[in-house]
Structure formats: structure tokens, C-alpha cells
Nanobody, 123 residues
Framework: QVQLVESGGGLVQPGESLRLSCAASGVTLSDYNIAWFRQAPGKEREGLLCISSSGVRLSYVESVKGRFTISRDGAKNAVYLQMNSLKPEDTAVYYC????????????????WGQGTQVTVSS
């Protein structure tokens, strides 16, 4: 049974940083493609970044390029989202998701999801 658990969210001020973690059980993340999504209030869930099973990193949203980075720790079976220079518009629930075949920005193709972690950026 695949389980994903996100952590690391919280309330931060604009310009600060956060690192989100996605811990997995029931699946070896290095064999899968892992993506980070977010969903702001009243908006659709959007795919942000993905790291493929071969380690290729893809970014799907222009507004986070240069600020957000995805990484993976095989020993800990975890994936991280480093978020720097946070802005109020980054406020959302952040989710990690995994799929077997290839990175993709569409949420519908990911069968496994975490429960999400809230990130609030406010002064």
C-alpha cells in the first residue's frame, strides 16, 4: 500500500523560505516519478515540478522557476520541495504525488497522493 506524507508547511513572511518533505512507504521513490502540486483557495490544483526516476527535473510553472527546487533522497525514500523567496501568492495546500511512467503536470494521471500540507505566506 502506497502512502505519501507531506510535512514542513506553515506560516511564513514574504521573502522567507520553507522546505517541504514528502515521505513515502510502500513504494521506492527512486523507481517512480514524483511531482509537487499546489492548490490555492478557489483555484485548480496545478503541477509545479517533477523529478523523474532517472533524476531529470522538470518545472511547469513560470512563477516558481528560480525559487522552488525539487530534490530526492533515496536513502530516506523522500522528496523535498525547497521554496525560497516566498510570496503571498504561493499560499496554498501543497501535495506530492507519484506515478510509474514519466513526469506529467496533469493531476489526473497520478494515482498516489499525499494528504497535503498548508503553506501560508503573509506579513
Amino acid at each position: 500500500q502506497v502512502q505519501l506524507v507531506e510535512s514542513g508547511g506553515g506560516l511564513v513572511q514574504p521573502g522567507e523560505s520553507l522546505r517541504l518533505s514528502c515521505a513515502a512507504s510502500g513504494v521506492t521513490l527512486s523507481d517512480y516519478n514524483i511531482a509537487w502540486f499546489r492548490q490555492a483557495p478557489g483555484k485548480e490544483r496545478e503541477g509545479l515540478l517533477c523529478i523523474s526516476s532517472s533524476g531529470v527535473r522538470l518545472s511547469y510553472v513560470e512563477s516558481v522557476k528560480g525559487r522552488f527546487t525539487i530534490s530526492r533522497d533515496g536513502a530516506k525514500n523522500a522528496v523535498y520541495l525547497q521554496m525560497n523567496s516566498l510570496k503571498p501568492e504561493d499560499t496554498a495546500v501543497y501535495y506530492c504525488a507519484v506515478r510509474r511512467f514519466g513526469c506529467n503536470s496533469a493531476q489526473a494521471v497520478y494515482p498516489y497522493w499525499g494528504q497535503g500540507t498548508q503553506v501560508t505566506v503573509s506579513s
